[in-house]
C-alpha cells in the first residue's frame, strides 16, 4: 500500500508532513488495517503466509490468532482505527475500504485530534459522512464503468 493522495498539503489544520509515497504499516495504521479486513480472501491469505516468514513481523501463532479477530471486528463494524499505541496519540485515524465489487482499490482515511471529538460524536462526525463520501464515489465508479463509450 502506498499514499498516492494525501489532502494535508490544502488544510489549514494538518500538523504532519506529506504522507504522499510513503507506506502505512499494514498492521498498525488504519488504512492498512482496513486494506487486510476487506481484501479478497485469497489475497489476505497470501500477506498472512508472507507475514510468518519475515522476522520484522515476529509473526506468531499468538498473533496471528489476535489480528484475525481484529479484522472481524473491523469487517463487523466497517472501517478500521489506528493502533492504539501508535502516536502521535492525540490524533487518531479512521478508515474504510474504496471497493469494486469485492475488490478493494484505495482506503479512505479521516485523521482527527481526539480532543476535538468527543467519543459519542465520532459515528455521528466521522463515521457517517466518511462512509456517505465511499459509497458516494463508489456510485459514480459504477455509473461511469455502465456507460457506454464514445463513439467518434
Request: hydrophobic content about 40%; overall charge neutral; aromatic content about 6%.
Amino acid at each position: 500500500m502506498l499514499v498516492h493522495f494525501w489532502t494535508g498539503t490544502i488544510s489549514p489544520h494538518a500538523t504532519d508532513g506529506s504522507l504522499v509515497r510513503r507506506r502505512p504499516d499494514l498492521l498498525s495504521s488504519a488504512m492498512g488495517r482496513s486494506y487486510l479486513a476487506f481484501c479478497e480472501s485469497a489475497e489476505l491469505e497470501e500477506i498472512i503466509g508472507q507475514m510468518r516468514h519475515k522476522p520484522e513481523y515476529d509473526f506468531t501463532e499468538d498473533a496471528e490468532r489476535r489480528l484475525r479477530s481484529l479484522l472481524e471486528d473491523i469487517r463487523r463494524s466497517g472501517y478500521a482505527v489506528r493502533a492504539p499505541e501508535t502516536g502521535p496519540r492525540r490524533k487518531t485515524t479512521l478508515a474504510m475500504p474504496l471497493r469494486r465489487d469485492s475488490t478493494v482499490l484505495a482506503s479512505i482515511s479521516v485523521t482527527f485530534f481526539t480532543s476535538a471529538i468527543a467519543d459519542d460524536k465520532v459515528q455521528e462526525q466521522i463515521v457517517g459522512p466518511l462512509k456517505s463520501t465511499i459509497t458516494n464515489i463508489e456510485n459514480v465508479m459504477k455509473f461511469v464503468e455502465a456507460r457506454e463509450p464514445l463513439v467518434s
